[in-house]
Each structure stands twice: as structure tokens, then as C-alpha cells.
């Protein structure tokens, strides 16, 4: 069974950086997918970032692509997401996720597995 932990939330200031990490284990970790998504107050869980984990082709939202780097290391089973130049809209909670079978990058709905989510905070 697949366990996903992630860590790396916290408070930043508007323009600031954080990154975070995505901690797999219970065995050998191939997702077809691997992804973070997030969700606001009030708001429904949007995709933030994807990528192909055996390839490395990257997957982002609008809102986020030029500003947030999604990337993994595969001799730890680790993934991250770098985020620059964050402002409060990226307020919310970020989950890591992983899905084992073809489909859609953006859609939560098919991931077969989740973290249980890091705050993140941006104080403007």
C-alpha cells in the first residue's frame, strides 16, 4: 500500500518561496502520475502541478506554470514542488498524489492515492 507524506507548508510572505516535499514508501513507487493539488478555503481541490514520473514530463495549471516547478527524485521515492513568487491566492492546503494507471493529468478524481495535505500560508 502506497503512503504519501508530505511536509514543507508553512507561512511566507507575498513573493516569497517554499518548497515542498512528497515522501513515498510501502514498497516500490511507479506511478504512471504523480501530482500536487490544492484546495482553499471554501473552494474545490484544483490541479496545481503533475508529472510522468518514469519520463519527467511536467504538467502545470495556468496559474501557476513560470512560477512553481514540479520535480522528483527517483532514488528516494521523492517528490517536490518549488514555488516562487507565491502571493495569497496560493493560500490552501497541498496535496501530493499519485495515480497507477493512464488518464487525465488534472483530474483528482482519478488518483488512487493522497497525502494528508501541508498548509500553506502566504501573508500579503
Known amino acids: 500500500q502506497v503512503q504519501l507524506v508530505e511536509s514543507g507548508g508553512g507561512l511566507v510572505q507575498a513573493g516569497n518561496s517554499l518548497k515542498l516535499s512528497c515522501a513515498a514508501s510501502g514498497g516500490a513507487f511507479t506511478p504512471y502520475l504523480a501530482g500536487w493539488f490544492r484546495q482553499a478555503p471554501g473552494k474545490e481541490r484544483e490541479f496545481v502541478a503533475a508529472l510522468r514520473w518514469s519520463v519527467g514530463t511536467t504538467y502545470y495549471a495556468g496559474s501557476v506554470k513560470g512560477r512553481f516547478t514540479i520535480s522528483r527524485d527517483t532514488d528516494v521515492n521523492t517528490m517536490y514542488l518549488q514555488m516562487n513568487n507565491l502571493n495569497s491566492e496560493d493560500t490552501g492546503v497541498y496535496y501530493c498524489?499519485?495515480?497507477?494507471?493512464?488518464?487525465?493529468?488534472?483530474?483528482?478524481?482519478?488518483?488512487?492515492?493522497w497525502g494528508q495535505g501541508t498548509q500553506v500560508t502566504v501573508s500579503s
Open positions: 498524489a499519485s495515480r497507477h494507471s493512464i488518464g487525465s493529468y488534472s483530474r483528482s478524481d482519478e488518483y488512487h492515492y
